[in-house]
Structures are given as structure tokens and as C-alpha cells.
């Protein structure tokens, strides 16, 4: 059993081995039937949670609330930024012709008042994955870290966590390529971390976060369709290439995270600067 005094750096990666293994081995016993598994992979959304709560009683610290202040930056950040990447992501498709505007049904208030929904609705799920991510392993990264470098752990581990999950999913929805379909978008989850990372920062509040996950999820699987489950969306097209959790969605989040790093690097280098530690910047 961990012990209070175990220093930040243990208690960090005790954290990181307990929630991959735990969600690898959860998926795979899901999988087994791959029926099953289509259906209730997204209990492992709630794994860095409930890890999280755990180790912060063993550490006997208290549980974190999240009582900063969220800034409107902060917010009109966590909600304009995943609508901007699906833009992105379906404006290239069509020009590229990888994807084209097909609605099922007509775009109407109704359906924009159910997305709406869904999206708040949403935000209870994602707590599971982002009370973990962004409410304690980035915060405690940071600290041993900085920014930077815990946004890059933090986007490593989050990828791990996905991995199997998608090829599993992949292969039981006949999505082509499963290996390769896991592999970008393992590479989407890691760039688009430093997003989440900056949005976090901003405010030091999860609720930013939570839409900024809640938006993504929605939005992206109802425009750019759903990988996880081999479903179309607004646009029909190949979904590996024009998704946004596919070779399209790895290329704009990617050339994007280049801009999130010089933003964590120079807030980093600020910070400093002003508590004369410049030398740990990186």
C-alpha cells in the first residue's frame, strides 16, 4: 500500500501504471465478446476518476474540487477551439475530396438544440477521464515538471490508455487498417493534449476542460462521423482519412500543437524568469 510519504514522482507513476493497466485489462475482458464490448467500452472512460479519488486518499490529501475560478478566456477557449478543429478537419475533406456535405436529415433548431444537449449531458462521462488527466496527473506533473513537459507525459499516457480500446473497436466495427486506424489516432490524442493542457492553464478549472472533451467527442462524431463505431456523419467519407481522430484530424492538431508548445514554453520561461528558476524551464 502507498505510503504518504511517497514522494511526488512515485505517486505520479504508481498512478500512471495503475489506470493503463487497469483500463487494458478491463477492455480486453469487454472484448471478449466484441458485441459487449461495442457497447460498454466506455466504462473505461471512468478509470483515471475513480484511480485519481484513490490515490489522492492514500496520499492523505484531500480531494480536489477545483475551486479556481474559471475566466470567460478560459471557457470561450474549452468551447471554440474543438469547433474550430472540426471546421478545420471538414472544410480540408471536402476540398480534398476525401469527404462530402451528405446529411441524413435536415439542419434544423431541433437538431441543433439535441447537440447542444448532448454536449452538456456529455460533460458528466468526460469528468471520468478528465478528473484524472487534467484534475490530478497534469497538476502534479507540473509541479515536478512545468507545463511542457507534463503535457507531453500526460499525452503519452493518454494515448496508451486509448490504444487497445480503438484497435478492438476497429476491428469489431470492420474498420479498415485497425492498426494503423489506432496508431493516428493515438498521434491526434497526443497533439491535441497540449490543447487541453493550455485551456487547463488558462484558469487552473476543470469546467473548461470537461466542455472542451464534451464538445470534441460530440461535435466530431456528428459532423466527421464516429471511428469508434464505423458510423458516418454530416460528411460521408472514408472515416481514417477525413475524421478528426484520423489522418486529417493528425495533421491539423499536429501542425496546431506546434503553436500550444510555444505557448507552454514561453509561459513556462515567464514563470521563470519571475521565481528565478529559469534553468528549469524544459
Given at each position: 500500500?502507498?505510503?504518504k510519504?511517497?514522494?511526488?514522482?512515485?505517486?505520479?507513476l504508481?498512478?500512471?501504471?495503475?489506470?493503463?493497466?487497469?483500463?487494458?485489462?478491463?477492455?480486453?475482458?469487454?472484448?471478449?465478446k466484441?458485441?459487449v464490448?461495442?457497447?460498454?467500452?466506455?466504462?473505461?472512460?471512468?478509470?483515471?476518476?475513480?484511480?485519481?479519488i484513490?490515490?489522492?486518499?492514500?496520499?492523505?490529501?484531500?480531494?480536489?474540487?477545483?475551486?479556481?475560478?474559471?475566466?470567460?478566456?478560459a471557457?470561450?477557449f474549452g468551447?471554440?477551439?474543438p469547433?474550430?478543429?472540426v471546421?478545420?478537419?471538414?472544410?480540408?475533406?471536402?476540398?480534398?475530396?476525401?469527404g462530402?456535405?451528405?446529411?441524413?436529415?435536415?439542419?434544423?433548431?431541433?437538431?441543433?438544440?439535441?447537440v447542444?444537449?448532448?454536449?452538456v449531458?456529455?460533460?458528466?462521462?468526460?469528468?471520468?477521464?478528465?478528473?484524472?488527466?487534467?484534475?490530478?496527473?497534469?497538476?502534479?506533473?507540473?509541479?515536478?515538471?512545468?507545463?511542457?513537459?507534463?503535457?507531453?507525459?500526460?499525452?503519452?499516457?493518454?494515448?496508451?490508455y486509448?490504444?487497445p480500446?480503438?484497435?478492438?473497436?476497429?476491428?469489431?466495427?470492420?474498420?479498415?487498417?485497425p492498426?494503423?486506424?489506432?496508431?493516428?489516432?493515438?498521434?491526434?490524442v497526443?497533439?491535441?493534449?497540449?490543447?487541453?493542457?493550455?485551456?487547463y492553464?488558462?484558469?487552473?478549472?476543470?469546467?473548461p476542460?470537461?466542455?472542451?472533451?464534451s464538445?470534441?467527442?460530440?461535435?466530431?462524431?456528428?459532423?466527421?462521423?464516429?471511428?469508434?463505431?464505423?458510423k458516418?456523419?454530416?460528411?460521408?467519407?472514408?472515416?481514417?482519412?477525413?475524421?478528426?481522430?484520423?489522418?486529417?484530424?493528425?495533421?491539423?492538431?499536429?501542425?496546431?500543437?506546434?503553436w500550444?508548445?510555444?505557448?507552454?514554453?514561453?509561459?513556462?520561461?515567464?514563470?521563470?524568469?519571475?521565481t528565478?528558476?529559469?534553468?528549469?524551464?524544459?
Amino acid at each position: 500500500m502507498m505510503r504518504k510519504e511517497m514522494s511526488p514522482n512515485k505517486a505520479v507513476l504508481s498512478y500512471i501504471l495503475t489506470v493503463l493497466v487497469a483500463s487494458w485489462l478491463v477492455t480486453i475482458i469487454l472484448f471478449i465478446k466484441p458485441e459487449v464490448g461495442i457497447k460498454t467500452f466506455s466504462i473505461i472512460m471512468f478509470i483515471p476518476a475513480v484511480a485519481a479519488i484513490i490515490f489522492i486518499k492514500l496520499q492523505g490529501k484531500k480531494l480536489r474540487g477545483r475551486r479556481n475560478k474559471m475566466n470567460a478566456k478560459a471557457l470561450g477557449f474549452g468551447i471554440l477551439f474543438p469547433l474550430l478543429l472540426v471546421a478545420l478537419c471538414a472544410v480540408i475533406s471536402i476540398l480534398s475530396g476525401a469527404g462530402a456535405w451528405r446529411p441524413v436529415q435536415p439542419i434544423d433548431w431541433k437538431a441543433i438544440i439535441t447537440v447542444v444537449v448532448t454536449i452538456v449531458v456529455n460533460l458528466v462521462v468526460v469528468l471520468g477521464e478528465e478528473y484524472g488527466w487534467r484534475g490530478y496527473l497534469l497538476p502534479e506533473l507540473t509541479r515536478i515538471y512545468g507545463k511542457l513537459k507534463a503535457t507531453f507525459i500526460v499525452g503519452i499516457v493518454w494515448a496508451l490508455y486509448h490504444m487497445p480500446a480503438v484497435y478492438l473497436l476497429a476491428r469489431a466495427t470492420d474498420m479498415s487498417h485497425p492498426l494503423l486506424t489506432c496508431a493516428v489516432q493515438a498521434g491526434v490524442v497526443f497533439a491535441v493534449s497540449f490543447a487541453f493542457s493550455y485551456a487547463y492553464y488558462l484558469s487552473g478549472s476543470l469546467i473548461p476542460v470537461l466542455f472542451f472533451h464534451s464538445v470534441w467527442n460530440v461535435v466530431n462524431t456528428t459532423v466527421l462521423g464516429d471511428i469508434y463505431t464505423n458510423k458516418q456523419g454530416l460528411l460521408q467519407g472514408n472515416l481514417f482519412i477525413m475524421n478528426g481522430e484520423g489522418v486529417i484530424g493528425l495533421i491539423v492538431s499536429g501542425v496546431l500543437m506546434l503553436w500550444f508548445i510555444w505557448k507552454l514554453r514561453k509561459q513556462g520561461e515567464v514563470k521563470a524568469i519571475e521565481t528565478g528558476t529559469l534553468q528549469r524551464v524544459v
